[in-house]
């Protein structure tokens, strides 16, 4: 019955071709022919196209030299069916990136680049890409993202134990002391039972070394022939701290200048070169002022108007004024059930951790100062700083940034597996051309 909706999904699209006009016919058939059928979707050739131009684009821009057409048809076609695979799920799971979190996405995107977003926009131009199509891009990277979280991340488990264990050997290591931007280029082996597979993939790694040392593009090398996720960004692992390198890496990328390829190394997912593109030191101080804060929240609600929540507070204030005890008010007064039923006291608050409005008001109160009344997402506020200090945090960061860096490395190991698993269990047809050229490569019916 499956296979014959997908059947029924191709049949239906060269229906609706053969019933359009032919003169539009005539000038779209070498561009949008169904290149693959994935599961209930199609990939079209006017996909690829724009693809390989966005791609190519992209290295071109970086300096990195592309591999022949061919191979790079083949390897953004593997991209796009793996991409719809995933989009087709999240669909299934009811998914969506709304309008709003959309544009925050790409004015952060900007910002982060050092432009405004009309720069930006200029910017993709002068590289081939319209803003509405780099934005859908950003749309489906957001939705792969969140589909590989949930199914990726629930696979993942870090324990106390490792993080005390990587702590410790990150400190008999020194500490953490440089950054390193990495690339990097897998050579997968399926099956590591399989000796003479393990061998071909072997002899692979160790000849593309080789001509890496002899001057070939290490980016240019990961486009053509990495087996990892991020192969057609050149291999590019962005920086990382030294104590966040993955286990595999960790004790040779110290000990590696910049430029040079690391020798083979080997596990059971297969074989791995990676090489330093850059190195920066990475000393930082983790030093932060705190605030010992209380405060009384009067919440609007459908009982009591946005008005009154004001009237009210600003008279709990004057009340404050004339010496009332702040504790007793924000028992008997705040709608913040938490604190409120301890005299409004909140702890002590480290930068970030509450709204902005509520942030800024803390900041510029003096100590013992009430300090209102003042409107957040959440009502109408009156707060007083108790106290301050400057904390050393360095152990929670690096006890924070341990779990980060383990799960980090667990999930990039899961998710490649996880990677394979669906497109194993996908059903994948190619067509045209590409059936010929996928043909060993073509994926199980399911």
Do not use: C
Not at 72 to 92: F, G, K, N, W
Not at 132 to 153: D, F, H, P, S, Y
Not at 335 to 349: E, H
Not at 397 to 409: H, L, N, T
Request: charge should be negative; avoid cysteine.
């Amino acid at each position: 019955m499956k296979a014959t909706l997908r059947q029924g999904v191709y049949v239906l699209l060269v229906v609706l071709a053969a019933l359009a006009p032919l003169s539009v016919q005539a000038e779209r058939k070498l561009l949008d022919q169904v290149v693959a059928i994935v599961d209930e979707s199609v990939i079209l050739q006017s996909e690829l196209e724009a693809r390989i131009g966005t791609i190519t684009s992209r290295l071109q821009a970086q300096g990195t030299g592309l591999p022949p057409r061919q191979i790079l048809e083949q390897r953004v076609l593997d991209q796009l069916i793996t991409e719809s695979i995933q989009m087709q799920m999240a669909e299934r799971a009811g998914m969506r990136i709304s309008d709003n979190e959309l544009n925050e996405t790409m004015a952060n995107i900007a910002e982060s680049n050092g432009m405004s977003l009309a720069e930006f926009e200029n910017q993709l131009a002068a590289e081939g890409v319209t803003y509405n199509q780099a934005r859908e891009q950003i749309r489906k990277e957001m939705l792969t993202n969140r589909v590989q979280q949930r199914q990726v991340g629930n696979r993942v488990r870090v324990t106390d134990r490792e993080v005390q264990n990587y702590l410790d050997s990150l400190e008999a290591r020194g500490g953490n002391t440089a950054q390193y931007r990495l690339a990097y280029i897998l050579i997968s082996v399926d099956d590591p039972s399989d000796e003479a597979q393990v061998d071909a993939a072997r002899e692979k790694a160790e000849r593309l070394r080789n001509q890496i040392v002899q001057g070939r593009d290490f980016r240019e090398v990961a486009v053509a022939e990495s087996d990892a996720s991020n192969a057609l960004e050149g291999g590019d692992m962005g920086w990382r701290d030294e104590g966040q390198l993955p286990s595999l890496v960790a004790p040779i990328v110290p000990e590696l200048a910049v430029g040079e390829p690391s020798p083979v190394l080997e596990n059971n997912s297969g074989f791995h070169l990676v090489m330093v593109m850059d190195k920066r030191g990475g000393e930082r101080q983790q030093m932060i002022q705190q605030h010992r804060v209380r405060h009384i929240l009067i919440r609007p609600s459908e009982a009591v108007t946005d008005a009154q929540a004001e009237t009210r507070i600003r008279e709990l204030y004057q009340q404050l004024q004339d010496g009332a005890s702040f504790s007793a008010l924000a028992r008997e007064y705040s709608d913040d059930p938490v604190s409120g039923s301890d005299g409004g006291n909140l702890g002590w608050v480290s930068p970030g951790q509450m709204v902005p409005a509520f942030e800024e008001a803390m900041l510029a109160a003096d100590v013992g100062e009430f300090r209102g009344p003042f409107r957040s997402q959440f009502g109408w506020h009156i707060l007083q700083v108790q106290e301050r200090r400057t904390r050393d945090i360095s152990a929670e960061v690096r006890q924070s940034e341990a779990r980060q860096a383990i799960y980090r490395r667990k999930f990039e190991t899961e998710l490649q597996n996880w990677l394979r698993e669906i497109r194993d269990e996908a059903f994948i047809e190619f067509k045209g051309e590409y059936a010929n050229d996928s043909a060993s490569a073509e994926e199980p019916v399911s």
